[in-house]
Each structure stands twice: as C-alpha cells, then as structure tokens.
C-alpha cells in the first residue's frame, strides 16, 4: 500500500455506465466465405433437440427478408422469430431438415446457436476466482465490510440475515439545496434501517435513485438466492452499510458536479463522520475493509496527502488501517492516465482500477502509479432497490470486489496487517500492463483462489 464542505468538498458517486464510450457501429463481415459455416455445436443440439433458436447471418447485400421468407417454407418445424431489426441477420427457430438447406444456400455467411449469456456477476467473481475460494471455504465468515455510499434496500434477500448494523451521516442545507436521506429525517441515525433507501428522498421519477449503495454491497457480499446473478465476493460476510449523501434539489449546486437535479452529492464532513463511526465499531463486528466507491473529479497524480482538501479523511483511514480495516476506494471514471481521484489519492487509501471480463482496462477507469490493484468493474450485475438486480459498470463496481477480498483476506489471515493482505493479493494477482503517459506500468487484478491457497509463502511477515 502507499502507505470540498459541498461545492469545495462534495464528491460525486464514481460514476456507472454513463462513462463508458460508445464503441464503433457494428458492421456485416464484408468477406464472402463461399459454403455456409454451420456450427457444429448447433448440428450437434439439433440433432438432440427439434427445434433450436439460432441466428443466421446473411452475405453483404443478400435481404434478411428474403432468407427468412424461404425458412417459413423449408419445414413445418422450423419459424422465424425475428426478422426485422437488423439487415445484417435474422433468429429463427430452426430444425434439421431447415438446416440441411442452409447448408446450400449460397446467401448465407454462418449459422450458429443464440446462446443465453450468464449473468454477469457470476462472471466477474469467476474472473477472480472467489468461487474458488468460496469453495476451499473462504467466503469471509466472521468478518464485516462497511459500505459508506448511498444507503441499502435493506430487506433485499441478497442481504438477508447479514446486516450488522446501519447508519446515516446525510447533511441538510437549505443554501445548497441539500436534503438529509436518513430514514428519521435528522443529519444522522444509527441502528436498523438507518442506512435504508426504500424512503421517499430517494424516488426520482418514479424511480428508486439511491440505487448505488445496494448495488456495490451486493458485489462485495450478496448471498446467491433464488434469482440472483451469483455470490459475491464475501457470501458469508456481514455488511454495515451507512448512508453519506444527501439529496440535492438546487441546480445551481448539481451543476457544479455536472449534473441536473436533484442530484446526489456527499459532503467530506459526512464522510468523516462515517468514518468515525467505523472506527468505533470495528473490533464489535470485526470489520475487515470499508468500501468507498465515491470520489472527487480531479486527478492528482501523486499521493495527496499534503493536500487538506484532497486528504480530508486521511486521518480517519489511518487510523482504520491501524485498526486492521482497509480503506478501499475507487480510483475514478475520468479514464486518466496517470492519475487518481480523491480520496483515492491518499496514501493509506487501497486505490482500485477496473477490468473488463477479459483482463482489458475499462476505458473510463483512472490508472498510473497510485494505483493499488484491478478489479472487474465492467457490466457487474448486482442488486438494485426493490428486490431486483440490474447491471452498472464503473470504478465504483471494481472497488467492492477488493473489499470482499479483503473480508476473506480476514477470515483465512487474521494476523495480517493491511499492508500484508494487500501484498498477497499483488503478489498472488495477475499482472494487468498498461502505458501510464508514455511510462508502461504493471498492477494486479486480484485472484483470489491464489491468494488463499494455503500454499504460498506468508505475504512481507515483517511488514
């Protein structure tokens, strides 16, 4: 480890998919392959099955039309499904006597399954190998992560039986337009339902705009339920979730954080006081990391520390990291080169980047030396308010995973310090490389089936 007041000390939620750039237009392959590629997956599950859903691209220039009009006609057992959103393909429902003819239709490129892809949450923890870990026992029993974001849906069954404890910093100002979200209307509440999001600050247009919180909780320690994506990281740890924003009805206020209101914005103070509290509960619940997936818009491309305002919380995360608790915190969606956000720029911070599914950089993640490790943070899906799930992506997605490492950091090392975890989970990671201006880099993404292999040699013992 290297170890604004609103308007000077707001900070924004590390934004979700909004972030992500669009990529280019998808095209038809231009090349013509001559024979039809059949896939021999599909000949194989239509000879199992009488009918499989597959999708049938078309030469360049050939009508989806006009292949879909003649599949009608091939058999009784096959039918289109879908045939006018693209010129490029078509899916339909196909058997073996449709597929032979296939096989010889000159206007046809390929023919393959339209496979169901699994929800993505499950591939993220597969991607670092916490189902392993999971497996072999490693599912962050005893332990505790604190979520200080905005609020839980408190009753989701992802989290069912493992709330420890709530609470609620969220400042009320009539000059910035600020709201409190604690549940009893006061710029603070601790105990049940304090943290709870299901409140009516919370809805914007219908919609449940506190979603952010319940999302990263569920990736650092969700526990698979009937119409869950999966486990997260952490299934077995606890969770504190503490509410820190406030709801923002000025414009002129959101404006400064670039959004339109209301809005959502935490103030340092807030946050300090979060802090503070995890600080007074951590040996009661054994909290082994507090997650902050939240962050200014300003990079700083070395540890801020001597900054007052970039380091406000630096001595609430020094004095959790001599308590035991990583500070985890995202390094921000600005797609900066060789720099972090605040407060991920300070020096006892965990500063987390995110990957894709594939181990390739997201294109919005900040990155360069202050960097610590790399997490998925790419389409994560996880829950939402109202007992569902949906997909987000960010930084803020990336953060929670490291946190639930740390939680089974605890449970297989407990002697460990902070810096000790961290070094294994470098030292155990795969190697992500990346040119930070001009200068290549290397960081880890965490894998945490390596990391808890009882096999590999203690992690720095002296530090």
């Known amino acids: 480890m290297r170890l604004r007041s609103l308007l000077v000390g707001a900070t924004m939620l590390a934004m979700t998919s909004g972030a992500l750039c669009a990529g280019p237009a998808l095209q038809a392959d231009t090349t013509d392959t001559g024979d039809p590629i059949i896939s021999p997956a599909l000949v194989s599950?239509?000879?199992?099955?009488?009918?499989?859903?597959?999708?049938?691209?078309?030469?360049?220039?050939?009508?989806?039309?006009?292949?879909?009009?003649?599949?009608?006609?091939a058999s009784e057992g096959s039918r289109v499904l879908e045939a006018a959103e693209?010129?490029?393909f078509f899916v339909a429902e196909l058997d073996g006597a449709?597929?032979?003819?296939?096989?010889?239709?000159?206007?046809?490129?390929?023919?393959?399954?339209?496979?169901?892809?699994?929800?993505?949450?499950?591939?993220?923890?597969?991607?670092?190998?916490?189902?392993?870990?999971?497996?072999?026992?490693?599912?962050?029993?005893?332990?505790?992560?604190?979520?200080?974001?905005?609020?839980?849906?408190?009753?989701?069954?992802?989290?069912?039986?493992?709330?420890?404890?709530?609470?609620?910093f969220s400042s009320s100002s009539g000059r910035d337009g600020a709201v409190s979200l604690c549940p009893n209307n006061?710029?603070?509440?601790?105990?049940?339902?304090?943290?709870?999001?299901?409140?009516p600050q919370c809805t914007v247009n219908g919609q449940n705009a506190c979603s952010h919180g319940t999302h990263v909780a569920g990736i650092a320690a969700g526990k698979m339920v009937t119409g869950a994506p999966g486990n997260g990281v952490a299934p077995e740890a606890r969770l504190i979730p503490i509410q820190v924003f406030s709801r923002i009805d000025n414009p002129l206020t959101c404006g400064i954080g670039g959004s339109t209101a209301p809005c959502f914005l935490s103030y340092t103070s807030d946050q300090k006081l979060a802090l503070e509290y995890?600080?007074?509960?951590?040996?009661?619940?054994?909290?082994?990391?507090?997650?902050?997936?939240?962050?200014?818009?300003?990079?700083?491309?070395?540890?801020?520390?001597?900054?007052?305002?970039?380091?406000?919380?630096?001595?609430?995360?020094?004095?959790?990291?001599?308590?035991?608790?990583?500070?985890?915190?995202?390094?921000?969606?600005?797609?900066?080169?060789?720099?972090?956000?605040?407060?991920?720029?300070?020096?006892?911070?965990?500063?987390?980047?995110?990957?894709?599914?594939?181990?390739?950089?997201?294109?919005f993640t900040n990155r360069g030396n202050l960097l610590d490790?790399?997490?998925?943070?790419?389409?994560?899906?996880?829950?939402?308010?109202?007992?569902?799930?949906?997909?987000?992506?960010?930084?803020?997605?990336?953060?929670?995973?490291?946190?639930?490492?740390?939680?089974?950091?605890?449970?297989?090392?407990?002697?460990?310090?902070?810096?000790?975890?961290?070094?294994?989970?470098?030292?155990?990671?795969?190697?992500?490389?990346?040119?930070?201006?001009?200068t290549a880099v290397i960081k880890s993404r965490i894998d945490l089936e390596r990391a808890t292999t009882s096999t590999q040699g203690p992690a720095n013992p002296g530090v």
């Open 45 to 73: 599950e239509i000879q199992e099955k009488s009918a499989v859903r597959s999708i049938i691209q078309l030469k360049p220039g050939q009508s989806v039309e006009a292949v879909a009009a003649d599949i009608e006609q």
């Open 86 to 88: 693209s010129p490029n």
């Open 98 to 168: 449709t597929l032979e003819k296939l096989k010889q239709d000159s206007r046809v490129q390929s023919v393959y399954k339209d496979e169901l892809s699994m929800p993505l949450l499950d591939a993220s923890t597969a991607r670092i190998r916490s189902v392993q870990a999971n497996t072999a026992g490693w599912n962050g029993t005893g332990t505790t992560v604190a979520v200080i974001d905005t609020g839980i849906d408190s009753d989701h069954p992802f989290f069912t039986g493992r709330i420890a404890d709530e609470a609620c």
């Open 186 to 199: 006061q710029p603070s509440q601790t105990g049940p339902g304090a943290a709870n999001v299901e409140i």
């Open 278 to 363: 995890v600080t007074r509960v951590v040996r009661t619940f054994n909290i082994a990391a507090v997650n902050m997936s939240l962050g200014s818009a300003r990079g700083y491309t070395e540890a801020c520390d001597t900054d007052t305002t970039a380091a406000a919380v630096k001595p609430e995360f020094d004095a959790l990291v001599s308590l035991g608790v990583a500070p985890v915190v995202a390094a921000g969606n600005a797609g900066l080169p060789n720099a972090v956000a605040s407060p991920a720029c300070i020096s006892s911070a965990v500063s987390t980047g995110a990957t894709d599914d594939a181990d390739a950089l997201a294109t």
């Open 373 to 438: 490790l790399f997490a998925p943070g790419v389409a994560v899906n996880s829950a939402v308010p109202d007992d569902v799930y949906g997909v987000k992506a960010g930084t803020s997605m990336s953060a929670p995973h490291v946190a639930g490492a740390f939680a089974l950091m605890r449970q297989r090392y407990p002697e460990y310090t902070v810096a000790q975890s961290l070094q294994r989970l470098q030292d155990t990671g795969t190697p992500i490389q990346f040119d930070s201006s001009g």
